[in-house]
């Protein structure tokens, strides 16, 4: 496949509509989701991505009714834990990103150790999102960066995503076209897709579609088409 981009992230959503129109709990849908999940980094890895990220929970997500987020938490954890040896058998890394202060110390503890188990593993880095938001990262980065005396040009060091690529192309699925307070630093010139596959349903054939589609897009990151050309050529002949 050509034209794959460096970094993917999606935005998974409609796994509640999709229980719903089935007559089945919420939590079914999130089940089904984890599914596509596995399908997705199944072909992260098949293709050759080198990352991909998943907004999982957002901060706004602890708003939702009690039973829901704990039956979240608890496929979190049940997920990490399932998904460990596939993680070291084919050579991820996982990276979970978020404000940790409302998780539970049993679920940080399971992916501080997911995390220094796949520390080395380079074939995919995959980033899961946990009780992140946009507004949040900035937030607290902006605290942090004013701490160390504000050094000029630094400013992104101190985002919780630093040394993580910026996404490339970001995905949401059910039909929503809308950041919801997500990277909303690291997305300046992400390209979107959006589709109304509801998340349960976005496979690999979904996933081959919108990475086809990104592989048309023209990105001049502010410059003009002739300058893109040019840089090409110059990056050819090194
Ligand atoms: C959005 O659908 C989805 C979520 C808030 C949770 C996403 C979680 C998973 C797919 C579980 C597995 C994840 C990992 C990383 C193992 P929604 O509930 O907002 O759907 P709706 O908009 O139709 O109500």
Redesign the pocket.
């Known amino acids: 496949m050509s034209g794959i981009p460096n970094h993917i992230s999606i935005i998974?959503?409609?796994?509640?509509?999709?229980a719903q129109q089935r007559n089945k709990e919420?939590i079914h849908?999130?089940y089904e989701?984890?599914e596509?999940?596995r399908a997705c980094i199944e072909y992260a890895v098949e293709i050759g991505l080198p990352y991909l990220s998943?907004f999982?929970?957002s901060e706004e997500?602890w708003g939702r009714p009690q039973s829901e987020v704990d039956e979240?938490m608890s496929?979190?954890s049940k997920?990490i834990l399932q998904e460990l040896p596939t993680f070291q058998k084919y050579n991820i890394r996982l990276i979970v990103i978020g404000n940790r202060n409302h998780l539970e110390p049993k679920l940080l503890q399971e992916i501080d150790r997911a995390m220094e188990l796949t520390r080395d593993n380079g074939r995919l880095t995959l980033i899961?999102f946990l009780s992140y938001s946009g507004k949040w990262d900035i937030e607290q980065a902006a605290i942090r960066f004013a701490e160390a005396g504000s050094p000029e040009g630094k400013f992104e060091t101190f985002l919780s995503t630093y040394g993580i690529p910026d996404p490339d192309l970001l995905i949401r699925t059910?039909g929503e076209q809308r950041l919801s307070n997500y990277l909303l630093w690291q997305c300046a010139y992400t390209e979107f897709y959006f589709t109304d596959t509801?998340?349960p349903d976005f496979r690999k054939k979904e996933f081959g579609t919108a990475i086809e589609a990104f592989a048309t897009r023209k990105r001049r990151f502010g410059k003009t088409s002739e300058q893109i050309i040019t840089q090409q050529n110059d990056s050819n002949e090194d």
């Not at 998974?12 to 999709?18: A, C, E, L, P, T």
């Open positions: 998974m959503d409609g796994n509640g509509r999709w919420r849908g999130h989701g984890a596509s999940v998943l999982a929970f997500n979240l496929l979190m997920s899961v059910s509801l998340w």
